[in-house]
């Protein structure tokens, strides 16, 4: 069942005796990670640069539809930016299912889908009511005019924007989808109800807004806007003592 909507990815309730799976760690492998797997090692399409292994680290190249561990062998998994790109995301989450017995898993949000398009991208994601909604672009006919923003909305932005990293803290369903679960979580594979098609197909509509982004109190948003602006100075402090 799904637990709750993390903030992001360092925002886990992992033990810290826990054996973690990575599936798909890529450029970028969680560092509570025991394990990481990655399907592609000679290429990066599907990812942002090379595969990166970090001290204490396991990797396996294998694929996420197939993954070589025992059932519940791993505590936790996590998935970070995979879905969207896996041919069976049914056989994908079984696999995920059966080996950890709790996870993470981020996507790109609709919208962060619209806003940072990507072509290795299979899949266009939305959650509703605690259910993941999945759609293949290409039959859906997804076209988005935006491709040229990827870098600046994925790279260049979040590096060196304080103010597009604060909205990214205070407001995570912009860009992406974060849901940690037990044993697993509700998801549906090209959903034909209307009332979950429109959000795919119709184009943005301003009274989704409070759907999307509910409103908080003034004192809520300036509590948000403090934590978020004290993790991006522990997170540049970090950062620079890794350069030393």
Known sequence: MKLRNPKSR????????????????????????NVVVDKYTDTNYHRSGDIKVLKNQ?????????????DQEFDYVICCHVLEHVEDPI??????FRVGKKGYIETPSLLGECLAPRESHKWIL?????????????KL?????AYYLGDLVQEYLPRHSIGFKMTERTHPNLMTIRIEWDKNFNYEIEPQDPEIRKYFKDGWKPEWAESFFPRRTMGTEFKEAAIAFKEICNSVFKSKLLKK
Do not use: T
């Not at 309730?13 to 492998?29: E, F, M, R, T, W």
């Not at 396991?58 to 025992?70: M, S």
């Not at 006919?141 to 005019?145: E, P, Y």
């Open 126 to 138: 939305h959650e509703h009511d605690d259910i993941l909604y999945l759609v293949d672009k290409q």
């Open 58 to 70: 396991q990797f396996i190249n294998a694929d996420g539809e197939k993954l070589p561990f025992k």
């Open 91 to 96: 056989q994908f989450l079984s696999e995920i």
């Open 141 to 145: 006919g997804f076209v988005s005019n």
């Open 10 to 33: 360092y925002h886990l309730k992992i033990n810290k005796s826990a054996k973690v799976l990575d599936v798909g760690g890529g450029h970028n492998p969680h560092p509570r990670a």
